[in-house]
C-alpha cells in the first residue's frame, strides 16, 4: 500500500474525530448557557425567544447524541478493518460490516452538523430576542 494513502488516512481519521469532538463540545456548551438563560430569574419564558430556545435544546441534545453514535460506529469499525488485517473471518458486528458502520459514521456526523447549524441559529436568534431590547433601550 502507498505510504502517502495511509498518511492521508490517518489524518483524514484524525480530522473526523476533531470535527465531532467539536460538534460536540459547542453543543455541550450552547446547551449550558441555554440553562443558565432558563434557570436566571428574569428569563421570560413565554414568548417566541423561550420557543426558539427550547427547540434549539432539541436540536442540540440530538447532535450530542449522534456525535455519540458516531463515535461508537467509528469504533466498532476499527475493531472490524483489525479482524480483518489480522485475517479473521468473522467480518460482523451486530450483523453490521465494516463499511455499513463507516456509513453510519458519516450519516451521523452529516445529521448533526445539520442539527448545529439549525440549533445554533435558533440559540442566537433566541439570545437576539431577549437581549436586543436591553441593548437598544438600555435598561
Known amino acids: 500500500m502507498d505510504a502517502r494513502y495511509v498518511r492521508?488516512?490517518?489524518i483524514a481519521m484524525a480530522q473526523f474525530t476533531i470535527a465531532i469532538a467539536l460538534l460536540s463540545a459547542l453543543s455541550v456548551s450552547m446547551l449550558g448557557a441555554s440553562l443558565v438563560l432558563i434557570l436566571h430569574e428574569k428569563f421570560p419564558s413565554p414568548g417566541a425567544h423561550g420557543l426558539a430556545l427550547g427547540?434549539?435544546?432539541?436540536l442540540l441534545m440530538a447532535v450530542v447524541l449522534?456525535?455519540?453514535f458516531a463515535t461508537v460506529s467509528r469504533t466498532l469499525d476499527f475493531r472490524l478493518t483489525a479482524r480483518k488485517v489480522r485475517g479473521?473471518?468473522?467480518?460482523?458486528?451486530?450483523g453490521i460490516s465494516s463499511?455499513?458502520?463507516g456509513r453510519i459514521s458519516w450519516l451521523c456526523f452529516w445529521t448533526a452538523i445539520l442539527l448545529f447549524l439549525g440549533g445554533g441559529l435558533?440559540?442566537?436568534t433566541s439570545c437576539g430576542l431577549l437581549l436586543l431590547p436591553k441593548l437598544l433601550c438600555g435598561t
Open 122 to 124: 435558533l440559540f442566537a
Open 55 to 58: 427547540l434549539s435544546m432539541l
Open 66 to 68: 449522534l456525535c455519540l
Open 88 to 94: 479473521k473471518r468473522c467480518l460482523l458486528m451486530f
Open 99 to 101: 463499511e455499513q458502520f
Open 8 to 10: 492521508w488516512q490517518g
